[in-house]
């Protein structure tokens, strides 16, 4: 073992051990969606009195943190998203409009005395119209819609230290809320009632009136047993009115939590059942582990030894990117845990890049300078590095526009990615490298050069030896191929449109599960006869019912529960989502703008690390990507939701690493291949690349079907996303960008040879071409 493989087991040891230590001590966050909750985002605006600056938001978190600790839920996050958002998650909470409830309204909470009761006609203190008081008082309707003329507020709900329901069974009083005063506040209630207290019995001034939120919700009659000018003394008191338990705790839920500083607009709101978050971590967790079993079994068969040790160092990825979720606090949600799974595909190309290289390395020695399983695995580790790291960064920029333009869980997916992507950096280049010197340091290895799967050229690369297409003979016919998928998804946008998810329209959603099969358009028709008859209805699986609306009121939900609960012999709901019609429109152009900037900051590192025409040919392969893949989502009447985005993003970093492997590989033949057309360098450099994309491509399927048949409905279209974007992507790699490049280069610095002729093979190998270059 050399002293740089000592050092490097050394490191690779050093992270594995601080993995293994935060993976045993630290707990996983794991999102609501994979333990169920409701997540509420809400939006401060300006008022009268205050503006919704970051300093009023920062105010406003405060009060909503003590109304959600007195709500009783266990760990809940509050944080604050901008200047005028907050983001709170109450995990175990699956009744959303309950938490809009408490947690939306102002609570203006004030205390008034009584002057009289006011002429029918009066001006109330909503805003009528109609004639004001002469004296400038303040008429409000009581409990039983008597106008009371109120003076000016005497305390308020911050002056009160602390409010209780309470249960007094003995007296007849039942539910009240009991008050305790601190400060200006129990000096200003002694006078209330003081003064109130030498009014006669029946004078509507003998009372005091509670007003909430401008609405008088308990004008209590101060009690004969206190005297005038004294009024009750010691700053505590109770509210009676007639409350029964949950009115009592409602209130005094809301006088705990004070008033918010400026008024608040629920712009999106989320909601999963624990079963539903359960049953996620489930098929989650199955879909990954036979789609890494299959990705294992297939990258053993292929390449044998190293192909074992790479299984093995796969396993060391998932161990490395779990402890840098940890150590970062990041929060694993479903679109999370499929990026989870899903980078295991880029650790896989990572390796394999690797061992094609070695293979090529190994099989050149004979011909060339000798060359040991040591030397050839040196080699390959050294001539990939710059398409292992083009192609990561090129997935990363996608990554990282994801994690800022977009919101909600699928964020989690670009955190989960990026953290992914580097993992598998560090697993193919540090701990596989280690594994793989160490065991070709063993002599029963050195003489059995085959067992390790480098002593061989593959099943792909020896068919393409014999064989030798010429592709780019045919350019300018695989560039009208192109063209023609590109006029059928146009073709499917303009026909059948786009269907854009809840996440980008606004409106709500409520998903249920029910107990048999519900036929989707005779629930639309009773949902109809409910009142709910612009509501669209789909479904899923056998028993997965989907309602969609604009608008969905808390009697509508009620009634279009019941209406799915007859039709499906009983129902559960298991999802419910509400968008502002505001924030679906700027996360549409969020989308859009993120697309844009993927595009663009691919051309332009593509144009920094290679020539324009390369940075061109494989932004226009992305965008004949992007196409297709929106193209076949609107035939086949799938939504374009937040997911999806996740999805395309995910797609574009796919297809740009398949063409930075090939155009890499045409960069290091035309700096060794002087003298050769450009047509035969693009053509030598695909047919050498194919066989690293037909085993990635094939790791990445197996991880990726495994999600789709197992990952539920919301994963499912996922990797159905991903799946066709990867047999999209592979072909505008070879089919689409290289021709375009071809075209482009117009055979510029070409010798003399034809374009079109076939490369000759040097010294008789049937897998070598006359480049130049040693590959």
């Known amino acids: 073992m050399t002293r740089a493989t000592r050092v490097r087991a050394l490191f690779a040891l050093a992270i594995l051990a601080l993995s293994t230590f935060l993976a045993l001590t ?10 169920g909750g409701t997540q509420l985002v809400l939006e401060t ?111 308020t709900g911050a002056e009160v230290r602390r409010a209780a329901a309470e249960f007094d069974g003995q007296d007849g009083s039942g539910w009240s809320v009991g008050l305790t005063l601190h400060g200006a506040g129990e000096r200003a209630w002694a006078r209330l009632t003081g003064k109130a207290a030498c009014a006669a019995p029946d004078d509507p001034a003998r ?14 009659r101060v009690e004969a047993s206190v005297a005038c000018g004294v009024g009750i003394t010691g700053g505590t008191t109770r509210i009676t009115g007639g409350f029964d338990q949950h009115a009592a705790q409602e209130l005094a839920l809301l006088i705990n939590g004070g ?142 526009l994801l994690f800022f333009f977009a919101s909600g869980p699928v964020r989690g997916f670009g955190v989960t990615l990026c953290i992914g992507v580097a993992a598998s950096m560090v697993s193919a280049l540090l701990v596989t490298r280690v594994l793989a010197e160490c065991a070709l340091a063993l002599r029963p290895v050195g003489r059995r050069p085959r067992l390790t ?21 045919h350019r300018r016919r695989w560039l009208a191929l192109s063209g023609a998928a590109l006029l059928l998804a146009g073709s499917g946008i303009a026909v059948r449109g786009l269907d854009y998810g809840v996440e980008f329209t606004g409106g709500r ?59 499906g012999g009983g129902a559960q709901k298991v999802r419910d989502e509400l968008i502002g019609p505001s924030l679906g429109e700027e996360l549409r152009r969020g989308a859009l703008v993120a697309l844009g900037l993927a595009l663009l900051a691919q051309l332009g590192y593509l144009a920094v690390r290679f020539r324009w025409t390369f940075a061109l040919s494989a932004v226009v392969a992305m965008a004949h990507d992007v196409v297709v893949l929106v193209g076949v989502f609107a035939w086949l009447g799938k939504p374009l939701d937040g997911v999806f985005l996740a999805a395309l993003l995910t797609v574009i970093g796919y297809s740009v690493n398949d063409s930075v492997v090939v155009f890499d590989r045409v960069r290091e033949l035309r700096g060794a291949g002087r003298g050769t057309s450009f047509p035969d360098l693009a053509n030598t450099a695909v047919l050498q690349t194919v066989p690293r994309t037909v085993n990635t491509g094939m790791g990445a399927v197996f991880i990726l079907a495994a999600l789709a048949v197992l990952g539920g409905d919301t994963l499912t279209d996922f990797a159905l996303a991903l799946l066709i974007g990867i047999v999209v992507g592979t072909y505008s790699s070879v089919f689409t960008a290289t021709p375009l490049a071809v075209v482009l280069e117009r055979n510029g610095g070409a010798s003399p040879r034809r374009s079109g002729r076939r490369p000759a093979r040097r010294g008789g190998r049937p897998d070598r071409w006359d480049t130049g270059a040693r590959v």
């Not at 005091?208 to 308990?218: E, N, P, T």
């Not at 061989?456 to 393409?464: F, N």
């Open 26 to 35: 630290q707990p996983a966050r794991l999102g609501l969606d994979l333990r």
């Open 45 to 155: 605006r300006d008022s009268p009195t205050a503006e919704a600056d970051r300093e009023a938001t920062d105010r406003t978190l405060e009060v909503l943190r003590r109304r959600v600790d007195a709500l009783g839920v266990s760990e809940p996050n509050l944080s604050r998203a901008g200047d005028r958002r907050i983001v709170v998650e109450l995990p175990g909470l699956d009744d959303p409009d309950e938490a809009a409830e408490v947690l939306g309204r102002t609570a203006q909470l004030t205390v008034h005395p009584v002057l009289g009761t006011a002429a029918p006609g009066t001006a109330t203190g909503t805003g009528t119209g109609r004639t004001a008081p002469a004296d400038g008082s303040t008429v409000l309707p009581d409990h039983a819609g008597t106008p009371l003329r109120l003076g000016p507020a005497a305390l």
């Open 207 to 220: 009372r005091a009136a509670i007003v909430l939120d401008r609405k008088v919700i308990s004008s209590p």
């Open 259 to 400: 008033a918010l500083p400026v008024p608040v607009d629920i712009v999106e709101q989320r909601a999963v059942g624990p079963t539903l978050g359960a049953l996620a971590i489930t098929s989650s967790a199955q879909a990954a582990v036979i789609g890494v079993a299959l990705t294992a079994v297939f990258i053993t068969v292929v390449y044998r030894l190293l192909g074992a040790l790479a299984t093995l160092a796969l396993a060391c990825y998932a161990l490395i990117s779990y402890a840098a979720l940890l150590a970062l606090g990041a929060t694993l949600t479903l679109p999370g845990l499929a990026g989870f799974v899903l980078a295991i595909g880029m650790a896989v190309d990572a390796n394999v890049l690797v061992f094609e290289r070695a293979r090529e390395e190994y099989a050149a020695g004979p011909h060339a300078r000798p060359r040991t399983l040591r030397s050839a695995l040196a080699a390959g580790f050294r001539n990939a590095f710059s398409a292992i790291a083009d192609s990561n960064v090129t997935t990363l920029l996608a990554a990282v």
């Open 453 to 473: 799967g480098l002593a061989g050229l593959g099943r792909v690369r020896s068919w393409l030896s014999r064989r030798r297409p010429d592709l780019m003979r």
């Open 509 to 567: 959603m409520v998903e249920y599960t029910t107990t048999r099969p519900v036929d989707a358009e005779r629930a639309r028709a009773a949902l109809g006869t409910a009142g709910l008859d612009r509501a669209q209805v789909s479904t899923s699986g056998d028993r997965t019912l989907t309602v969609r609306t604009e608008r969905l009121s808390a009697a509508q939900l009620t009634a279009a529960g019941r209406v799915v609960d007859e039709l």
